[in-house]
Nanobody
C-alpha cells in the first residue's frame, strides 16, 4: 500500500514557475515508479512526466519537454516536478501516482499506476 500527497500548486502568471512535491509513504522510492498526471476541466487526464525506481529512466510528454523537470529525493521519499515557463495550457489538477516497480522503467499511461494522490491545483492566468 502506498500513500501519496501532493503540494505546491498555486495561481501563477504566464511565464512563471512552480515546484510540485509528492511525498510518498508505504513503499520506498527505490522500489517505486512515480508518475505525474494532470487533468484540465473538460479534458481527459494526461501523463506529464514519470521517473523510474532508480531515477535512471525519465520521460515527459512532448508539450512539457524543456520546461518541466522531474526529480526525486529518496531519503525524503519525495518526488518533485519543477515547472518553468508556464502557460495557460498547463492549468489543471496535478496528481502523482505510484506503483510497486518490477522494472527500472516508467510510462505515462495512467492505467499501470495503482495508487493516486488527491491532487494539487495549478492555475496559470494573468
Amino acid at each position: 500500500q502506498m500513500q501519496l500527497v501532493e503540494s505546491g500548486g498555486d495561481l501563477v502568471k504566464p511565464g512563471g514557475s512552480l515546484r510540485l512535491s509528492c511525498v510518498v509513504s508505504g513503499l520506498p522510492l527505490t522500489s517505486s515508479t512515480i508518475g505525474w498526471f494532470r487533468q484540465a476541466p473538460g479534458k481527459e487526464r494526461e501523463g506529464v512526466s514519470c521517473i523510474s525506481k532508480s531515477g535512471a529512466y525519465i520521460d515527459y510528454t512532448d508539450s512539457v519537454k524543456g520546461r518541466f523537470t522531474i526529480s526525486k529525493d529518496d531519503d525524503k521519499n519525495t518526488v518533485y516536478l519543477q515547472m518553468n515557463s508556464l502557460n495557460s495550457e498547463d492549468t489543471g489538477l496535478y496528481y502523482c501516482a505510484g506503483l510497486n516497480a518490477v522494472l527500472d522503467y516508467c510510462q505515462l499511461w495512467d492505467g499501470v499506476y495503482d495508487w493516486w494522490g488527491q491532487g494539487t491545483q495549478v492555475t496559470v492566468s494573468s
